[in-house]
């Protein structure tokens, strides 16, 4: 369970990323990620990260690759396609290699600076889904 949470986490820092040509705006967003696993007993607690998102980081989503909270690790594998943003929506496709293979399609509607979003991921040990909400909260502080 354990590499499962790791990746999926990865995957919604791409998520967060993931923006270029797009309504988002650069600066430090607050991604609150619920999990939903059909055959867990119990509904898993939300997990929040924060990340500044610069305006580099917006030109180009080859650049989203997960880098995850502590910056990133060479035990990712993470490629990102099928990126289409229509009006204020953006859709994305990801497959992971490592840290274990792992396919995601997303979603995410952009109101202004807030965001609704949903992840649908594949894995060898089933299929689960997330439900995303991100808000900037402002500027990156150096």
Known sequence: MKPILTTCGLLCVAAVVVMAQTPMRPGRWE????????QAPVQMPAMKTTQCITPEQLKDPANAVPQGPQGGSSNQDCKVSDYKVS????????????????TSTGEMVFDG??????????????????????????????
């Open 31 to 38: 991604v609150t990620m619920q999990m939903q696993l059909p």
């Open 87 to 102: 009006g204020n929506t953006v859709t994305w496709q990801i497959a992971c290699t490592k840290p274990q293979p792992m």
């Open 113 to 142: 600076d807030t965001y609704p979003g949903t992840m649908q991921m594949k894995t060898a040990q089933g299929e689960m889904s997330m439900k995303l909400a991100g808000k900037r909260l402002g500027d990156c502080t150096p």
